[in-house]
Each structure stands twice: as C-alpha cells, then as structure tokens.
C-alpha cells in the first residue's frame, strides 16, 4: 500500500513538472543582446526622472534628518 501511494505521488510529482514545463515552454523568448539593448534605451530615456542619478532634493526627502526644535 505505502508503495502505491509513493508511485501515485511520484506521477502526480511529474505530472505537475511537465505542466509548469510547458507553461514555459510556450512563453515567448528575446534574444539577450536584444534584452540588453531594449534595456539600455530605456535607462537612456528615462535617466533624466531616476533619483539615483540625479538625487532627491532635500525639500522632497522623507529621511533627512529632522530639524532640532528652536525652542529648547
């Protein structure tokens, strides 16, 4: 009996692999230089809006450090 059960989950086990695999075999591929350089146009436009390039301005920053109180 425990034998069944081990060889029923083991189909079961592949069964699932097969699935996932052709799941993603149907998943539609680019090439890598075409990634990259998909992925390098779109830094190239849009460097003018990213803060790590530019920095965030002091006014806008949410962890600068807070200002001492006048009055103590």
């Known amino acids: 009996m425990s ?3 081990a060889s029923s ?3 079961a086990g592949a069964q699932r692999a097969v699935k996932q ?3 993603e075999a149907k998943i539609r591929r ?3 230089s075409q990634a990259a350089t998909d992925l390098k146009n779109f830094c190239l436009q849009n460097a003018h ?3 790590l390039l530019l920095g965030v301005p002091s006014s806008d920053n949410p962890f ?3 200002k ?3 009055l103590l």
């Open 21 to 23: 695999l052709s799941l």
């Open 64 to 66: 600068r450090p807070p």
């Open 9 to 11: 989950s083991s189909v």
């Open 49 to 51: 809006k990213d803060p």
């Open 68 to 70: 001492s109180c006048g």
């Open 30 to 32: 680019i090439n890598v």
């Open 3 to 5: 034998n069944n059960n």
